[in-house]
């Protein structure tokens, strides 16, 4: 079995307390790895060597903190293989899909923020015969990452790269629930020769170490992304510190369907945004809408391509969809898909767990699952199930579409299928979402800034917005 360490210095190293956690394949239900069960102790050497490490990183030139993250991203790409393999283990999810989207993207950001690293700049600005005022964008110092387990390298990557990009040095924690791919990157990261305690990556519980992490004092900054009940935990230990946050947390995205929408573009587009990665993807939609002439038709068309949709050993390239992460996860997807009944939901699909014959007959599958019948107001069409599990209802015309969408607490995304130009002009501006797809969906620019509206979050990703996140601005005047 592996023994993962932490990587702090520039080492491996082993938890202080010497406490392990195990890590499970989700595909078979066994434990095949152990890893740290860090405490506040791990993550204050973690945090010294971020410390000592700030200055010369902070004040390298760009071009050389840009060239080390491009040899990151490039040794990311070359072990593209063997990381979606571990990706696929660890997680639960189909290995081409890890192969095609997660890991790509882990090098993909590291590639994005190296050439970012580049174009940051000051502004000046003049007031002719007074004054010369120019803003510089000081990097925070030691900031704190922390990351769940839907998209591991990914997403973990995503919030380490602007903030190398930036010159701040980096105490890292990734999901306890899929721990792998951080810790070769941290290897990765060695080989590419990121200078001792840049990176930093501690492995644990979120109460635990994340915790700690988030209390520490001289952590300047906390990126997260994770469930809003976890968020709002981090806020409260956060706010009183007056430390920054930026907080992704969870969605309960709507897809809407009309009637002139290019029917089988839209039923493959929903397919997928609804399904992709076991439905575990904050983006995933989980309440579909669809324009009432043409409901039956869609609902028809849906139950027969998700039929057809094979889920299998995540090592068969042809399986669509994995298991789901944890046991945890496993009984609460199944136990929404029970409330849904209890509420009232027609089970058009699915509607139960799955047994995989052979080597993942243990493992945590759950069928992908259509509802229909529910109202908008119900626990259902709510809460963040965060599977493979979505609900349909037909709707009447643009204002009923609008407020069913907009009917929940979260404010993530949402995607329009509609070949009306104008209509898809009217519904991006009135959706409440940090993002709107029309007639596509998960296709993203990393130029963009990225987050969500109401319970979806606070702050943005991407782009620019992520480098601010990271920088603070100071103004010198120097009159004339
Ligand atoms: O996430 P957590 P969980 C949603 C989804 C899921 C639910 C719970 O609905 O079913 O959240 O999942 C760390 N201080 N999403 O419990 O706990 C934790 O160790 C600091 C949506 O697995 O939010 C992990 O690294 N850190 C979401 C990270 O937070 C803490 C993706 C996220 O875990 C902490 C994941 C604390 N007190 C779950 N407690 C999305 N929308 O992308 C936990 N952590």
């Keep these: 079995m592996e023994i993962l360490t932490n990587y702090i210095d520039g080492q491996q190293a082993s938890p202080l307390g010497g406490a392990y956690i195990d890590v499970f394949e989700p595909a078979t239900g066994q434990v095949y790895a152990q890893a740290p069960r860090s405490q506040a102790d791990d993550v204050e050497a973690a945090y010294q060597a971020a410390r000592r490490a700030f200055p010369a990183w902070s004040q390298m030139p760009a071009a050389q903190r840009s060239d080390i993250m491009l040899r990151v991203a490039a040794l990311i790409d070359n072990h593209l293989d063997e990381l979606a393999a571990a990706e696929s283990r660890d997680n639960g999810k189909p290995v081409g899909l890890a192969r095609r989207m997660d890991i790509p993207r882990g090098a993909a950001n590291f590639s994005y923020y190296a050439t970012a690293a580049l174009h940051i700049h000051d502004e000046a600005f003049g007031l002719p015969g007074q004054a010369l005022s120019y803003t510089t964008h000081k990097p925070l110092g030691v900031v704190g990452c922390i990351s769940p387990w839907n998209l591991p390298l990914y997403l973990f990557t995503w919030k380490i790269a602007p903030a190398l990009a930036a010159g701040c040095t980096v105490v890292a924690k990734p999901s306890e629930i899929t721990p792998y791919t951080a810790w070769r990157l941290g290897q990765l990261c060695a080989e590419a020769g990121l200078p001792p305690g840049v990176l930093n990556i501690v492995h644990g519980l979120g109460p635990e170490v994340g915790q700690a992490i988030v209390e520490h004092p001289g952590i300047k900054a906390i990126s997260f992304t994770g469930g809003s009940a976890t968020g709002r935990v981090l806020a409260q230990t956060a706010a009183p510190m007056l430390k920054k946050l930026s907080l992704e947390l969870g969605g309960k995205n709507p897809a809407l369907v009309f009637a002139d929408a290019d029917f089988h573009a839209a039923v493959e587009g929903v397919v997928r945004s609804s399904f992709t990665n076991q439905g575990q993807i904050c983006l995933c939609s989980s309440r579909l809408y669809i324009e009432r002439p043409i409901y039956d038709q869609f609902r028809d068309a849906l139950v027969a391509q998700v039929d057809a949709l094979k889920v299998g050993d995540p090592n068969d390239l042809s399986s669509n969809l ?107 501006q009135a959706l409440e979402a940090g993002l709107v797809w029309v007639n596509t969906w998960l296709l993203r620019d990393l130029r963009t800034p990225f987050g969500g509206m109401k319970q979806s979050g606070i702050g943005r990703e991407g782009g620019t917005e992520a480098i601010r996140f990271f920088t603070e601005p100071k103004t010198i005047c120097i009159s004339e």
């Design 322 to 428: 994995g298991a789901v992460v944890s046991q945890a996860h496993f009984d609460k997807i199944l136990s929404y898909i029970q409330l849904a009944q209890h509420e009232g939901a027609n089970v058009l699909c699915g509607g139960q767990a799955l047994q995989i014959p052979g080597r993942c007959a243990n493992g945590w599958f759950v069928a992908p699952t259509l509802l229909e019948g529910l109202p908008i107001g119900c626990r259902t069409n709510q809460e963040e199930i965060f599977g493979p599990v979505v609900s349909l209802q037909p709707f009447d015309n643009e204002e009923e579409a609008l407020a069913l969408a907009n009917g929940v607490d979260y404010g993530l995304s949402a995607t329009v299928w509609t070949d009306n130009l104008r209509r898809a002009h009217r519904m991006a």
